[in-house]
Nanobody, 122 residues
Framework: QVQLVESGGSVVQAGGSLRLSCAAS????????VGWFRQAPGKSREYVAL????????YYKTGVEGRFTVSRDGAKNMVYLQMNSLKREDTATYYC???????????????WGQGTQVTVSS
């Protein structure tokens, strides 16, 4: 069983930076791709960034590429999302999730964290 816990969300001013962390447990975690998703009030949940099980491939949603960087530390069972140049539209609850497949489709993500709130103020 894979369990995920996000942390690092806070209130930050526009233009600032945050690093979100996703701590995972489970001996098979290294075989899972990990996606970062977010959901803003009144909007559907959307993917933000993906990273492959071995960390050699990443993928970003248009609008965050160049500002956000996803990485993982296999030895620590940790995945990170570094967010720079934050904008008010980045305000959302951010989730990490694990999938056996390389996909942005939420239906293929079997394991989810509880979410961490990111609020970007003006």
């Amino acid at each position: 069983q894979v369990q995920l816990v996000e942390s690092g969300g806070s209130v930050v001013q526009a233009g600032g930076s945050l690093r979100l962390s996703c701590a995972a447990s489970g001996r098979t975690f290294s075989t899972y791709a990990v996606g970062w998703f977010r959901q803003a009030p009144g909007k559907s949940r959307e993917y933000v960034a993906l990273i492959s099980g071995n960390g050699d491939t990443t993928y970003y949603k248009t609008g965050v590429e160049g500002r956000f960087t996803v990485s993982r530390d296999g030895a620590k069972n940790m995945v990170y999302l570094q967010m720079n140049s934050l904008k008010r539209e980045d305000t959302a609850t951010y989730y990490c999730a694990a999938s056996k497949y390389w996909t942005v489709d939420e239906a293929n993500y079997d394991h989810w964290g509880q979410g961490t709130q990111v609020t970007v103020s003006s």
